[in-house]
């Protein structure tokens, strides 16, 4: 599961992120906002595994500004201690933009963090300079595949590009993902390729935490009844 941020405003209605991530991230309010939805997706994937719904890993996105404001690491301590949840039901997606820097600390912080167990992945990878030097220091799991290349896919250029990415990956013992698979001939395409993970709108749309449990139950008995139509 990801954590994906919504403002629900009394006038305004459903805000998504693209309006307001920008002015957060201008006024400074991006590292207070991050550190809120951290613990609160923590809290959630606690909860669920509470209830017996064994989500196996909850991601959230790591704005730039907090992998360099000093406080992620304590931040993300915290959660995992306050809420209970397990390390390895954590990841964070960096983006590729925010470890350009190649920052000594930001880099030994990070190892940290990946040696209590949590997992790292890269977001939108190919959107940014694609840099393997940023890669080398860090124990990075996944690169996730952006969707302006998946839904691009059918193309000649965007086969090259995502055929490659999971060929890089997969020869640096990386995973991939890719974002935004809305249709099977792309997701068997990308199996083919060797890509062996996903998300879109094929498999689910986003849902408000309340209606996980039944959203996954409706997967579930689609995936049953077509087994049993096969």
């Not at 307001?20 to 959630?44: K, M």
């Not at 799991?141 to 995502?162: C, K, M, N, P, Y």
Request: aromatic share 6%; net charge negative; charged share 20%.
């Amino acid at each position: 599961m990801e954590a994906l941020v919504r403002w629900q405003h009394p006038q305004w209605g459903l805000v998504l992120p693209g309006r307001f991530i920008p002015a957060a991230e201008e006024n400074g309010l991006i590292v207070e906002i991050g550190s809120w939805v951290l613990f609160d997706a923590c809290s959630q994937a606690a909860s669920w595994r509470a209830q017996g719904m064994m989500i196996p890993r909850v991601a959230v996105n790591v704005a730039a500004a907090q992998l360099h404001d000093g406080s992620l690491e304590r931040v993300v301590q915290d959660a995992l201690a306050k809420t209970g949840l397990p390390a390895s039901a954590l990841e964070l997606e960096l983006t590729e933009s925010s470890l350009l820097e190649n920052d000594a600390e930001v880099v030994l912080m990070l190892n940290r963090l990946k040696a209590l167990g949590i997992q790292l992945s890269i977001d939108d990878f190919g959107t940014g300079y694609s840099c393997l030097a940023y890669l080398s220091p860090l124990a990075v799991d996944t690169l996730q595949i952006d969707r302006s290349f998946v839904q691009g896919i059918d193309t000649e250029d965007g086969h090259a590009i995502v055929a490659t990415i999971i060929q890089m990956a997969d020869s640096l013992g990386l995973s991939t993902l890719a974002e935004g698979v809305e249709d099977q001939p792309i997701a068997d395409e990308l199996l083919r390729l060797g890509c062996r993970q996903a998300q879109g709108y094929l498999y689910a749309r986003p849902v408000p935490a309340q209606e996980l449990s039944a959203t996954l139950a409706a997967i579930r008995e689609q995936v049953h009844g077509s087994a049993l139509a096969q």
